[in-house]
Nanobody, 115 residues
Framework: QVHVVESGGGLVQPGGSLRLSCSVSGTTYAIYTMAWYRQAPGKQRELVASITGTGFTNYKDSVKGRFTISKENGENTVHLQMNSLKPEDTGIYYC?????????WGQGTQVTVSS
């Protein structure tokens, strides 16, 4: 069983920064993809950024140059550094891990960008 927990959300003004963290525990494998998704009110959940076990990253076009996904070596922890935040970045941010055995989600953390 795999347990995923997010942290680091909150309220920030436009132009500000936040750092989200995602920790995974349980039965994990070296071949995996971890990703951050977000869901705004009334909209579908969308992929924001992802990183593989080998360090390959992928970003949604609208966050390129502002968001950075990274992982801690030897740890099942991933971070999402979000800079120059915009009101349209508001939503619930979910962490996901895909590996042999399935796809696992956290409960989500709220990010609100507002003045």
């Amino acid at each position: 069983q795999v347990h995923v927990v997010e942290s680091g959300g909150g309220l920030v003004q436009p132009g500000g920064s936040l750092r989200l963290s995602c920790s995974v525990s349980g039965t994990t494998y070296a071949i995996y993809t971890m990703a951050w998704y977000r869901q705004a009110p009334g909209k579908q959940r969308e992929l924001v950024a992802s990183i593989t076990g080998t360090g390959f990253t992928n970003y949604k076009d609208s966050v390129k140059g502002r968001f950075t996904i990274s992982k801690e070596n030897g740890e099942n922890t991933v971070h999402l550094q979000m800079n120059s935040l915009k009101p349209e970045d508001t939503g619930i941010y979910y962490c996901n891990r895909q590996q042999e055995g399935g796809s696992y989600w956290g409960q989500g953390t709220q990010v609100t960008v507002s003045s």
